[in-house]
């Protein structure tokens, strides 16, 4: 079985670009979550879709940032103009279960590099 | 707001039960607990879950007491490859019902031959 697969694993871009990370989940998990670790801190959450609806995205960072998961399949993650601060690791979780009581399988996550 | 606290690095050898705490005081009382394997370069992986008293799979075990503000991961025997950091995870609930995951800064294992 395929696990979570995340496109692209590195992406390099200047400040004011636009970057649209995305996350194909394990067949069947209705639950897809964002994460992002930025340089010398902790992995944070971004948010969680059920299906196509978003369940909680309060630890999005601010308006420049846009996930969408049309149709409840893949979800796309994309930052708008992005800034040096958005540099980090973006990983993309999927569970079959809703929380409280689920196993979340993460992707490899994408790496992103804003000069 | 949940936060987990844990110690920053554990050496041990080979052969050797590891144990790993981490404290998070303020769990609430639908939070599960919840421990990940995180390799460099990869995205973290489900070790185990619980929610209180002991809970045991193929890879490790998970003590919780009563009052929850604790809990411990035992790895058996652990091996070179189990080099990694953990990361202990509460679930927070929202007033809305929603959760998220707060990670915390991890333990790093390191395993000697």
């Known amino acids: 079985e395929a696990g979570v697969t995340q496109f692209p694993s590195h992406s390099v871009i200047e400040k004011g670009q636009t970057v649209t990370l995305r996350c194909d989940p394990i067949?069947?998990?209705?639950?897809l979550y964002w994460y992002r670790r930025v340089m010398g801190k902790e992995i944070k959450f971004l948010l969680h879709?059920?299906?196509?609806?978003?369940?909680?995205e309060s630890g999005m960072p601010n308006n420049r940032f846009l996930a969408e998961r049309t149709g409840g399949t893949y979800s796309t993650l994309k930052v708008q103009p992005a800034e040096l601060e958005d540099s980090g690791v973006y990983f993309c979780?999927?569970?079959?279960?809703?929380?409280?009581?689920?196993?979340?399988?993460f992707g490899p996550g994408t790496r992103l590099t804003v000069l | 707001l949940a936060k987990t606290t844990q110690p920053i690095s554990m050496d041990s050898y080979e052969g050797q039960e590891v144990n790993i705490t981490c404290s998070h005081n303020?769990?609430?009382?639908?939070?599960?607990i919840t421990w990940y394997q995180q390799f460099p370069s990869q995205g973290p992986r489900f070790i185990i879950q619980?929610?209180?008293t002991k809970v045991t799979n193929e890879v490790a075990s998970l003590f919780i007491p009563a009052d929850r503000k604790s809990s411990t991961l035992s790895l058996p025997r652990v091996s070179l490859s189990d080099t990694a950091v953990y990361y202990c995870?509460?679930?927070?609930?929202?007033?809305?019902?929603?959760?998220?995951?707060?990670f915390g800064t991890g333990t790093r294992l390191k395993v000697l031959a």
């Open positions: 979780a999927s569970s079959q279960f809703a929380p409280p009581v689920n196993e979340q399988f």
């Open positions: 995870l509460v679930g927070e609930r929202n007033t809305s019902g929603t959760y998220k995951y707060i």
């Open positions: 879709f059920v299906k196509e609806s978003k369940q909680d």
């Open positions: 303020n769990i609430a009382t639908n939070d599960y």
């Open positions: 619980g929610y209180k």
């Open positions: 067949s069947g998990h209705d639950n």
